[in-house]
Each structure stands twice: as C-alpha cells, then as structure tokens.
Nanobody, 126 residues
Framework: QVHLVESGGGSVQAGDSLKLSCVVSGLTESTYSMGWFRQPPGKERERIGN???????NYADSVKGRFTISQEVNRNTLYLQMDSLKPEDTAMYYCAAAPGKIWWNYAPAAEDFDVWGQGTQVTVSS
C-alpha cells in the first residue's frame, strides 16, 4: 500500500524560495501519476501540478514559471520547488498518488488521486 509523507513547509517572506519533499513508499506500479495540491485557508483544495512515470509535468496557470515538480529516479521522493513565493501561496500543501493512472491532455482533479499525504503548511508573509 502506498504511503506519502510531506515535509519542508515553513514560514517565509514574499520572494523567497522553498522546496517541499514527499517521501513515497509502497509504490510498485510501473505506471503512475503523482501530484501536488494546496488548500488555502477557507478555500477548496486546488491542483498545483502533476507528473507521471515518464517525468512529464503539467502545472496550473497560477504557478507556471514559479513552481517546478521533480522526482528522484528511484521514485521514492517527489519534490516541489517553489520560487518567487507570494502571500497568496499560503496554504496547506499535499502530495497525492494515483497508482496505475496516467493522463494525456487532462488536468486531474483531487478526486482522480487515490492516496494522500498528511500535508505540510506553507506561510508566506509580505
């Protein structure tokens, strides 16, 4: 069974960078997708971006050019590099896994993912 643990959150100033990690265990499928989501206070969970076993990554327009998703070759860690952070990036950040699934020309929603981490808080002050 897949298990995800996020880390790396914290409090930073606007313009700073932060790198989140998501340690993945139990993922045995050769085909899979992984994603990063966030949930600002009082708002719904929103997609940041997703990647898959090919290494392709797609991003939401709100973070394109500032955030980068990557994964280690041995698949056991997913990263989210966040640059030029803004106060509106303040949220709880989650990684998610969809074993056995990949998508083409489709921005997956939260319900498309089957496994979730516990989240890590990111707070950006102006």
């Amino acid at each position: 069974q897949v298990h995800l643990v996020e880390s790396g959150g914290g409090s930073v100033q606007a313009g700073d960078s932060l790198k989140l990690s998501c340690v993945v265990s139990g993922l045995t499928e050769s085909t899979y997708s992984m994603g990063w989501f966030r949930q600002p206070p009082g708002k719904e969970r929103e997609r940041i971006g997703n990647t898959d076993n090919s290494g392709r990554a797609n991003y939401a327009d709100s973070v394109k050019g500032r955030f980068t998703i990557s994964q280690e070759v041995n698949r056991n860690t997913l990263y989210l590099q966040m640059d030029s952070l803004k106060p509106e990036d303040t949220a709880m950040y989650y990684c998610a896994a969809a074993p056995g699934k990949i998508w083409w020309n489709y921005a997956p929603a939260a319900e498309d993912f089957d496994v979730w981490g516990q989240g890590t808080q990111v707070t950006v002050s102006s």
